[in-house]
C-alpha cells in the first residue's frame, strides 16, 4: 500500500499548496499598474512640455531655460538682446574714441565794420574799464567769427579735406581748433570745380590721420557714424545712424543765395546739422565712407555725404599736383524720361539729351570741347559711357568724374536715328 500511495502523494502534492498560479497573476496585476502608470506619466509630461514650449514662444521663459529643457525657440531671451546691444555700442564706441581726435573744428572769421550807437549804454563804462567786450581793433574794425564747419585730418602733415562752401569766402580767415583744443591758422590748398570737396592745410607734423574706405562697397542699411562740429558750436558731436539711400541727386543751396547739383550721394538718418559740413562719415570699422555736406530743411533725419571714392581722387591730386583737375565733356542735357521718350519718338528709356539752354550763349555743346572736337551736336542722345548706361544710377556727371583729365572714353550715341560710338579724350573744365 505504501508503495503504491507514495506515487499518488508525489503527483497530488503541487494541487494542494497552489504557488504557480498567484504568482502568474501578480506579475499580469504588476505589468497592468506599471502601463497605466506610464502612460499617465507621459500624458503629464506630455502637457507640461508642451506648456512650456508654448510660455517659450510667448516669450514667458529665456533661451537658458528653454535650453535646459530641450525646447528650441527663435524668440532671443533679453540677455542675448542686451549682449548684442552692448557689442554694437562698444563697436560704435570704439569707432569714435579712435577716429574724433583725427576730426577738427574750423572757424570761419571776418573784419566786419564796428557797430556803435545800437546799445542803450556805454560797455565801457559798464565793465568799469576801458575794454571793448566786442575785441575792436584800434581802427575801428573787429574781428568776428562769422560761422563755423568741419574736416578731417588725411595726412600727419596737416592736410585736411572739408567742403568747398566752408571756406568758400576768400576774404574771410580760417582758424582750425584740434582735438587736443589747439587754433591753427590755416590755408586754402586747392578747391573742386565741380564737387563740394576743398583741401586745406595746416602746419604741424603727427597728427593722427583717417582712411578713406570703399564708397562703393556701401549697403543700404549700414551702420554709420557722423561726427562734426554740430551748428559750429559743439565741436566733435557724434550722431549715429544707417545708410539710407545711395545714388542720390540734389541741389543744395547755401545760406549766402549758393546753390551746387549733387549727384551720385551718399544718403544717411544719422543727425547732420549745420557746422557738421565737412565731417567725415564713418562705417563700423572707422573707415570714411562719405563727407558730409547737407541736410534737408523741413525734414527729419535726412543727411547726404558725398562718397569717399570721390575723395580719393581729389586728395591724391592735390598730393601730386597741388590742385584740383577735373574732367569735362562740354555738353548741356536733360536726362531722357517718358515725355522726351514720347516726343522724339526714342526706343530707349535711359540717356541724355542734348539740348540748348534759355540763353542765346547756353549752348547745347560748347564750342572747343571735347563734345564739339568729338562731332557730338544738338538733339544727339548720349546713352552711354565706356560701356555704362546713363540711367538713375550711373549720371552722366558721375560717370564722368571717375576719370582724369586726358583719358580716353567711348560714347554710345543716338544721332538722327542710328546709333554710334564715338570716342574722345576729356580735357581739363576752365
Known amino acids: ?29 504588476g505589468i497592468f499598474i506599471l502601463a497605466v502608470g506610464t502612460i499617465l506619466i507621459s500624458s503629464v509630461l506630455g502637457a507640461t512640455f508642451g506648456f512650456l514650449a508654448g510660455r517659450v514662444s510667448d516669450g514667458f521663459l529665456p533661451d537658458r531655460l528653454a535650453g535646459f529643457f530641450g525646447i528650441s525657440t527663435g524668440v532671443k531671451s533679453p540677455e542675448v538682446i542686451k549682449q548684442q546691444i552692448i557689442e554694437e555700442d562698444s563697436a560704435v564706441i570704439d569707432v569714435v574714441e579712435k577716429k574724433s581726435p583725427a576730426v577738427v573744428s574750423i572757424v570761419i572769421s571776418k573784419d566786419v565794420s564796428r557797430i556803435q550807437g545800437s546799445l542803450p549804454f556805454d560797455f565801457r563804462n559798464f565793465f568799469g574799464q576801458d575794454v571793448d567786450p566786442f575785441g575792436s581793433s584800434d581802427n575801428g574794425e573787429q574781428k568776428k567769427k562769422i560761422g563755423g564747419g568741419s574736416g578731417f585730418l588725411v595726412t600727419a602733415d596737416g592736410m585736411i579735406v572739408t567742403n568747398k562752401h566752408v571756406v568758400s569766402d576768400e576774404t574771410a580767415e580760417y582758424t582750425v581748433m584740434t582735438d587736443d583744443d589747439k587754433e591753427h591758422p590755416a590755408k586754402i ?42 551748428l559750429g558750436e559743439f565741436s566733435n558731436t557724434v550722431s549715429k ?80 599736383t597741388g590742385k584740383i583737375t577735373s574732367p569735362y565733356l562740354g555738353v548741356r542735357y536733360v536726362p531722357i524720361d517718358e515725355e522726351i521718350k514720347k516726343a522724339f519718338n526714342f526706343s530707349y ?31 544727339d542722345v548720349i546713352l552711354e559711357i565706356d560701356g555704362e548706361k546713363i540711367d538713375e544710377k550711373n549720371s552722366l556727371s558721375g560717370l564722368i568724374a571717375k576719370h582724369n583729365v586726358g583719358d580716353s572714353v567711348v560714347l554710345k550715341i543716338w544721332h538722327k536715328g542710328e546709333t554710334k560710338d564715338v570716342s574722345l579724350v576729356l580735357a581739363e573744365r576752365k
Open 1 to 29: 500500500m505504501q508503495m503504491t500511495n507514495d506515487p499518488i502523494q508525489e503527483e497530488v502534492q503541487p494541487d494542494v499548496d497552489r504557488p504557480a498560479p498567484q504568482k502568474k497573476t501578480g506579475l499580469l496585476v
Open 189 to 230: 590748398m586747392a578747391v573742386d570745380p565741380v564737387n563740394d570737396i576743398a583741401v586745406i592745410k595746416i602746419e604741424g607734423q603727427g597728427y593722427p590721420t583717417l582712411d578713406l574706405g570703399d564708397s562703393d562697397a556701401l549697403k543700404i542699411g549700414q551702420t554709420v557714424v557722423a561726427i562734426g562740429n554740430s
Open 241 to 320: 545712424g544707417i545708410v539710407s539711400g545711395l545714388g542720390r541727386s540734389l541741389t543744395a543751396s547755401g545760406g549766402q543765395g549758393q546753390s551746387e547739383k549733387l549727384s551720385d550721394i551718399i544718403q544717411t538718418d544719422a543727425a547732420i546739422n549745420p557746422g557738421n559740413s565737412g565731417g567725415p562719415l564713418l562705417n563700423i570699422d572707422g573707415e570714411v565712407v562719405g563727407i558730409n555736406v547737407a541736410m534737408a530743411q523741413g525734414a527729419q533725419n535726412i543727411g547726404f555725404a558725398i562718397p569717399a571714392n570721390q575723395i580719393k581722387r581729389v586728395v591724391e591730386q592735390v598730393k601730386t
Open 349 to 379: 528709356d535711359y540717356g541724355v539729351l542734348v539740348v540748348r539752354g534759355d540763353r542765346v550763349t547756353d549752348f547745347a555743346v560748347i564750342p572747343g570741347s571735347p563734345a564739339d572736337k568729338a562731332g557730338i551736336v544738338e538733339n
